[in-house]
């Protein structure tokens, strides 16, 4: 009887997760607020409480945060990872101060614990790499000029993770400044050796484990993640990393077919996630955290759209494109619940509102970051247009005082006239400092992404089924 009553719940939990996925594919948001709002719904205060299934959920979320961050280094290879950091360090770094810091200022101001600071500061940094790479798609952007500067941002908030998560880990067990720096020294080491294996030894390693049967290289690459998973967690490492670093060694098609193959069961498990996150947090604390939620999501959205803007101009890009990269990198999702799920798990270290104001800024986060990156194009051609009037009124200014009254009605031909040809007014060409292609304002498009930035295409699958992205919504990069 008890086995049925479980199945039930789970069945009823998992219907309702499929049909709030389709609500959210259908008015263009991701599904992650609606599974936050399902976790609620199902947990103590909410409107049907489980009893029976919750362990098995509880088991499932910690499934899930593997299968997430395993699928999160296979994405990614080990060339990619260090181009990425030769040629975007300096904006990783100001991307982690500018965006953790709010969080560690509420931290602060609240009175909570170091291990709550430091949660709250990685809970404000990353970027939801799921509901970013969808709105490329969906907006069409993925062969734009600015797309692989975001995609670089969000590689490296990724990898910082691999060095963020240790720390936190050990500061919710509360280790001593020894033990911490013990478990951050394993996950160096583990990431450079990690590193130092799919450089060297990738394509071996990929021939090792590479099986023509798809229910064989399913079960081994699942398997082998847990393992190490488990055996980083016995380190006091997070699991998190150990699975990351798993998806970082694997290469090639070894790597290509296993995403395939294990993208739906990271799909149902990361639901479960969500869910279970929902379970944890008592909607009557919701209301109480909704202002400082607020105000943390506007300063944080600032932020993001201030290092976007400042990336993307570092390469040129023109402000349409800088208006662009920073709008879609607004949201925050899948990684912020997994620190913030860490953090409510360690009973008696952090902050009991954390949980509370975690999943109101996430909720907030992951419905306003569509609707921002869609507004990205309007607001960046206006600012695109105002940044050309500006250059025409100087460029005519300076007309104005020559002696030649030709060149004078040229120049202002020109200016009230933006789409005509500067090249065609003679002795006027170049007055402007504004040529055909910088007209563009980086709205022109690449031939692919390819190679652009060390990225790879399939980068850009995104959470296939959890966030709606098709594979196939990537063909346009290659």
Known sequence: MHSAVIFMELGAVILVLGLLGRLAGRIGLSPVPFYLLA???????????????????S?????????????????????????????????????????????????????????????MGGITYATSSGITAKLLGDLGRLGNRETPVVLSLLVLEDL??????????????GAGLLSGTISVG?????????????????QQLGRLIWTESSEVLLLIVFGLALLVAGAAQQLQVSEAVGAFLVGIALSGRVAQSAYTLLA??????????????GLQTHPGDIPGMLLPALALGAVTALTKIGVGVWATRRTGIGPAGQIRA??????????????????????????PGLGALAATYVLIMAVAGPLVARAGDPLGRWVARRATARREDRATGRVTTAADPARTRAATAVATDPGSDAEAVD???GIDGIDRADRVDGEGTIDGVAGVGGIRPRRLRG???????????????R
């Open 39 to 57: 976790g609620l719904a199902f947990g103590d205060g909410g409107l049907l409480p489980l009893g029976a299934s919750e362990s098995f959920i």
């Open 59 to 119: 088991t499932g979320a910690e499934i899930g945060v593997v299968l997430l961050l395993l699928l999160l280094g296979l994405e990614y290879s080990a060339p990619e990872l260090m181009t990425n950091l030769r040629q975007q360090a300096p904006a990783g770094i100001v991307n982690l101060v500018a965006n953790s810091a709010p969080g560690v200022a509420v931290g602060l101001i609240l009175g909570w614990s170091a291990p709550a600071v430091v949660a």
């Open 160 to 173: 910082s993770m691999a060095v963020y998560l240790p720390v936190l880990t050990a500061l919710l067990a």
């Open 186 to 202: 394993i996950a160096l080491v583990a990431i450079t050796v990690a590193l130092v294996v799919a450089l060297r030894f990738g």
């Open 264 to 277: 739906p069961l990271r799909d149902l498990f990361a639901a479960v996630f969500f869910v279970f996150f």
């Open 326 to 351: 920073g709008t879609v990198i607004v949201s925050r999702g899948e990684f912020n619940i997994v620190v913030a799920g860490l953090a409510t798990g360690a009973a008696g270290v952090v902050a």
């Open 427 to 429: 002795g006027i060409d």
């Open 463 to 477: 959470l296939d089924g959890l966030d709606g992205l098709d594979p196939a919504g990537a063909d346009g990069a």
